[in-house]
T-cell receptor, first 114, second 113 residues
Framework: DAGVIQSPRHEVTEMGQEVTLRCKPI?????LFWYRQTMMRGLELLIY????????DSGMPEDRFSAKMPNASFSTLKIQPSEPRDSAVYFC????????????FGPGTRLLVL | DAKTTQPPSMDCAEGRAANLPCNHS???????VYWYRQIHSQGPQYIIH???NNETNEMASLIITEDRKSSTLILPHATLRDTAVYYC??????????????FGQGTILTVHP
């Protein structure tokens, strides 16, 4: 199994630009999670999906952030417009188990907003 | 979810057992103890979890005290590749904490040659 796949691995953009991060969960996993990691705030859950439906988006910082899961094998996290404070590593994770905390994380996307 | 307390850093000699402690004195009856680790520049990796009984898998052992207020993750023969940040997380399996992992600051384990 290829594991959770994220793209791009690195992204450098200028303030005000739209940024789209992509994730392909492990096949057969019904739950998909988006996390953000910064030095100041550590690792934070942004949103998660079950069977392509957003279940809890309370961690999404503001309206500039949006996430979609159009099908079981693909999810996007979009930031529009981006700001320097959005610079972070964004992780996607998936799990097949209801209520499970045994999540499988992707390698992350390192975002730098100038 | 119950709060956890871990030492900020620990050292271990290669080949020795690494024992990483975690205090979770406010843990409730239906909350599990989960351990993850994060190697530099990688995503977190699930290690092991338990409720009451001690658990062992190919990666590590988890020892939970009888009162469940603390636990220890044991890496029996640490290698240089085990150098990472280790997170102890206490969380219920469902309800309002469903699906949520709350990561603290963790313990930075450094394995020396």
């Amino acid at each position: 199994d290829a594991g959770v796949i994220q793209s791009p691995r690195h992204e450098v953009t200028e303030m005000g630009q739209e940024v789209t991060l992509r994730c392909k969960p492990i096949s057969g996993h019904d739950y998909l999670f988006w996390y953000r990691q910064t030095m100041m705030r550590g690792l934070e859950l942004l949103i998660y999906f079950n069977n392509n439906v957003p279940i809890d988006d309370s961690g999404m910082p503001e309206d500039r952030f949006s996430a979609k899961m159009p099908n079981a094998s693909f999810s996007t996290l979009k930031i529009q417009p981006s700001e320097p404070r959005d610079s972070a590593v964004y992780f996607c994770a998936s799990t097949p188990e209801q209520g499970a905390k045994t999540q499988y994380f992707g390698p992350g996307t390192r975002l730098l907003v100038l | 979810d119950a709060k956890t307390t871990q030492p900020p850093s620990m050292d271990c000699a290669e080949g020795r057992a690494a024992n990483l402690p975690c205090n979770h004195s406010t843990i409730s009856g239906n909350e599990y103890v989960y351990w993850y680790r994060q190697i530099h520049s990688q995503g977190p990796q699930y290690i092991i979890h338990g409720l009451k009984n001690n658990e062992t898998n190919e990666m590590a052992s988890l020892i939970i005290t009888e009162d469940r207020k603390s636990s220890t993750l044991i890496l029996p023969h640490a290698t240089l590749r085990d150098t990472a940040v280790y997170y102890c997380i206490v969380s219920g399996a469902g309800g309002t904490s469903y699906g949520k992992l709350t990561f603290g600051q963790g313990t930075i384990l450094t394995v020396h040659p």
